[in-house]
C-alpha cells in the first residue's frame, strides 16, 4: 500500500508539471506567431520550442529515474528481508546472467559478500567443473526454461537441491531465480540404506538356502536364485508371479495371516513340487519384517532343503523299528527261561545263584523296556499309532507304578510320598500309555535322586484337569539342557555317569501331547526338581478331542 500510494503521488506530481510546461511552451510560440513587435523569424521559435521540449524530456527523466531507484532500493530491502529468514540459497539475476541479488544463506556459503558478487557471472566466482555447471544452468534457465537437479556447491561437498525459474515479462525473460535446498543429510541416509540394503541382497545371494521377501500383499519383492526354483519362478517372470498349486494358496495366506497377527516366526516341513516336477522336502522357517514402528511390514522366508536329511530320518527310523521287533522276540524268550530257573523248575538255586539270575533279569526287563521305547517312538512318529481310551484313575496309575518300582527304591534306599488334592475322579485317556509316562517320570527321578532322600508325587484335580508332579531331590539341570530334555536322542544321563539313549521322556511327550496334554519339567538351584504333565478331564458322556499337532 505505500509504494502504491508513493506511485501515485509521484505520478501526479510530474503530471501536474508537464501539464504546466506544455502550457508555457504554447502560449509562448502564439506569442511569437502573433506578436508584431517581434522579429523572431518562425524558425527560431520551432527550434526554441525543441529546445523547451528537450529541457522538459530530460526533467522527466530525471524525476522518473529517481522515482525508479528509491522504489528498486524499496523492493531490494523486501526482498531481502524475506529471502534471509530461508534456509535455503536464493539468487536473483538479470537477464545477461550476472548477480543481481543473492541471500546471506548463500554469500555464507561461497564466502563472498553482496558487493563482491553484485553484476558478476558464475565465471568469476567458481572454477572448474562447478562453473560450467552452474553456467550452463543459468543459460538454460535464461533461455526460459524451468531447471531442477541435484549439485554440490561451494568447498565443504554439500549437496543441494536446485531449481531455477525463469522471470518472464509480456516482452520477454528479463532475469532468472534460482533456489537451492540443503539435502546433504538425507543424501547421506538414502546413501546409506542403499549401502545396507545392498549388504543384505549380496548376503541373501549368497546364502545356500533359498529366500524370498513378501510385502504384505502377498507379492515377492525380492528373491534369490535358489528361491526362484522353490517358488516355480523364471527370470521373465513378474515379481509377484506365483507358481504355487491352488489347493496351497489358502494354506500359505493363513500362515501369513498368522505371522503378522503373532508376530512370531514359524517353522514347518513340507513336501514342495520344483518347476521340474521334483518333489522335495524342505523346513520353511517364516519370520515377520518389523519397521522401527514396531508394524510388520513384510515376511521373510527360508527355505531349507532337507530332502536328504528326511531320507536318512526315514531310513534310521525303518532300521530302528526292524532291529528293536527282531530284538523283542529273545529278549522276551530270555526273560521267560530265567523265570524258570528262579521258580526252581529246573532245580533248587542258592543265594548266590538267584542274585546273579536276578541281576540279569533286570538287565534283560531294561532291554526289553528300551526297545519297547523305541518301537512306540517310531509308532508315533510314523503315524501307526492308535489310542484306546478308557475311564480309569490316574492316582491308582500313579500307585501302581510305584509298588512296581518298590525295589528301585530300595536299591537306593529312596523313600516315596503320594499327595493328592481333592478328589481324584476317572477320566477317559490311554491306561496302558499314560502309565508309560508316569512309569518314565517316576524312574527318571529314582535314577537322579539323592540316596537317602525323598520323593513326592503331587496329583491334583481341578477345572483344567489333571496334573501330576514329581519332585525329587537331585543335581540342578542347567537351562540349556532343560530346553532339549524332551527332544529325541537328548539325554543329561552322560553328565552324571548313568545309561539313556534320550527317548523316554521324548516318548512321554508324544503321548501327552496325543491326549492333548502338557509336559513340563522344572530345576531349582537348591537342587531340587519337578517332573510332570497335565491333560485335560473328560468323563464318559465326552468326545475325546482331536488331537492338536
Same mark, same amino acid.
Given at each position: ?11 501526479? &506530481? ?14 509562448? %510560440? ?19 520550442? $525543441? ?7 530530460? /526533467? ?6 529517481? @522515482? ?46 553482496? #558487493? #563482491? ?15 560450467? $555447471? ?18 554440490? %556447491? =561451494?568447498?565443504? =561437498?554439500? /549437496? ?7 522471470? *518472464? ?23 546409506? %540404506? ?60 493363513? #500362515? ?14 513340507? $513336501? ?9 522336502? @524342505?523346513?520353511?522357517?517364516?519370520? !515377520?519384517? %518389523? ?74 526287563? @531294561? ?9 512306540? +517312538? ?19 496309575? &500313579?500307585? #501302581? ?57 503331587? *496329583? ?14 537331585? !543335581?540342578?539341570?542347567? !537351562? ?60 464318559? +458322556?465326552?468326545?475325546? !478331542?482331536?488331537?492338536?499337532?
Amino acid at each position: 500500500m505505500i509504494y502504491k500510494n508513493l506511485f501515485k503521488n509521484s505520478e501526479k &506530481v510530474l503530471l501536474n508539471f508537464k501539464l504546466t510546461f506544455q502550457i508555457a511552451i504554447a502560449i509562448f %510560440i502564439i506569442w511569437v506567431f502573433f506578436n508584431p513587435q517581434t522579429k523572431l523569424h518562425s524558425i527560431v521559435a520551432i527550434s526554441l520550442m $525543441l529546445i523547451f521540449y528537450v529541457l522538459q524530456s530530460y /526533467i522527466e527523466n530525471k524525476a522518473l529515474s529517481k @522515482f525508479i531507484n528509491e522504489k528498486q532500493t524499496d523492493h531490494e530491502e523486501l526482498i531481502s528481508a524475506i529471502c534471509n529468514s530461508s534456509q535455503d540459497l536464493i539468487v536473483y539475476k538479470d537477464f545477461n546472467g550476472k548477480y543481481l541479488y543473492c541471500n546471506q544463506v548463500y554469500l555464507n556459503t561461497i564466502n563472498k559478500t553482496i #558487493e #563482491e558478487i553484485r553484476g558478476k557471472t558464475e565465471a568469476d566466482l567458481f572454477s572448474g567443473r562447478e562453473a560450467v $555447471l552452474l553456467k550452463k544452468i543459468s543459460k538454460r534457465v535464461l533461455q526460459g526454461k524451468v531447471i531442477r537437479r541435484k549439485i554440490k %556447491i =561451494g568447498n565443504k =561437498g554439500k /549437496i543441494y537441491d536446485l531449481t531455477g525459474t525463469p522471470l *518472464v515479462l509480456s516482452k520477454g525473460v528479463f532475469g532468472g531465480l534460482i533456489i537451492a535446498r540443503d539435502i546433504t543429510h538425507e543424501e547421506v541416509l538414502k546413501n546409506e %540404506i542403499k549401502d545396507q540394503e545392498q549388504m543384505l541382497r549380496s548376503v541373501l545371494l549368497g546364502m545356500p538356502i533359498a529366500t524370498y521377501l513378501k510385502d504384505l500383499k502377498g507379492n515377492v519383492i525380492y528373491e534369490n536364485k535358489m528361491a526362484m526354483d522353490f517358488l516355480g519362478l523364471s527370470d521373465s517372470d513378474n515379481a509377484n508371479k506365483w507358481n504355487y498349486e491352488e489347493k496351497r494358496a489358502d494354506e500359505i495366506n493363513n #500362515e501369513d495371516n498368522e505371522i503378522v497377527k503373532r508376530c512370531e516366526c514359524i517353522s514347518r516341513e513340507k $513336501l514342495i513340487t520344483l518347476k521340474n516336477n521334483d518333489k522335495r522336502w @524342505f523346513k520353511i522357517t517364516k519370520c !515377520p519384517i %518389523i519397521n522401527h514402528e514396531k508394524k510388520v511390514i513384510g515376511i521373510c522366508s527360508v527355505a531349507r532343503d532337507i530332502d536328504a536329511e528326511k531320507t536318512a530320518a526315514e531310513q534310521r527310523e525303518t532300521f530302528v523299528a526292524t532291529l528293536t521287533h527282531d530284538l523283542k522276540t529273545p529278549t522276551i524268550a530270555q526273560i521267560k527261561a530265567l523265570d524258570l530257573l528262579l521258580n526252581n523248575t529246573m532245580g533248587t538255586l542258592n543265594d548266590e545263584q538267584r542274585e546273579l539270575l536276578l541281576l540279569t533279569k533286570d538287565s534283560c526287563n @531294561f532291554m526289553y523296556e528300551m526297545l519297547s521305547t523305541l518301537l512306540s +517312538t517310531y509308532k508315533y512318529e510314523n503315524g501307526d499309532f492308535v489310542m484306546h481310551y478308557e475311564l480309569c484313575n490316574i492316582l491308582s496309575l &500313579v500307585e #501302581e507304578s510305584v509298588n512296581e518300582m518298590e525295589s528301585m527304591l530300595k536299591e537306593n534306599n529312596i523313600k516315596f510320598l503320594i499327595s493328592k488334592e481333592g478328589n481324584i475322579f476317572d477320566t477317559k485317556c490311554d491306561k496302558m500309555q499314560i502309565k508309560r509316562v508316569i512309569t518314565n517320570i517316576l524312574g527318571n527321578a529314582i535314577s537322579y535322586a539323592y540316596s537317602n532322600s525323598q520323593i513326592i508325587v503331587y *496329583v491334583k484335580q481341578d477345572e483344567n484337569g489333571i496334573t501330576v508332579d514329581v519332585k525329587n531331590k537331585s !543335581p540342578y539341570i542347567n !537351562p540349556e539342557t532343560m530346553n532339549n530334555l524332551f527332544k529325541k536322542y537328548v539325554s543329561h544321563a552322560a553328565k552324571f555317569n548313568k545309561v539313556g539313549v534320550g527317548l523316554g521322556l521324548y516318548l512321554s511327550k508324544q503321548i501327552i501331547d496325543a491326549h492333548n496334554g502338557n509336559i513340563y519339567a522344572k530345576s531349582y538351584e537348591d537342587n531340587h526338581n519337578i517332573f510332570g504333565f497335565a491333560i485335560p478331564m473328560i468323563n464318559e +458322556t465326552e468326545n475325546i !478331542p482331536a488331537r492338536v499337532s
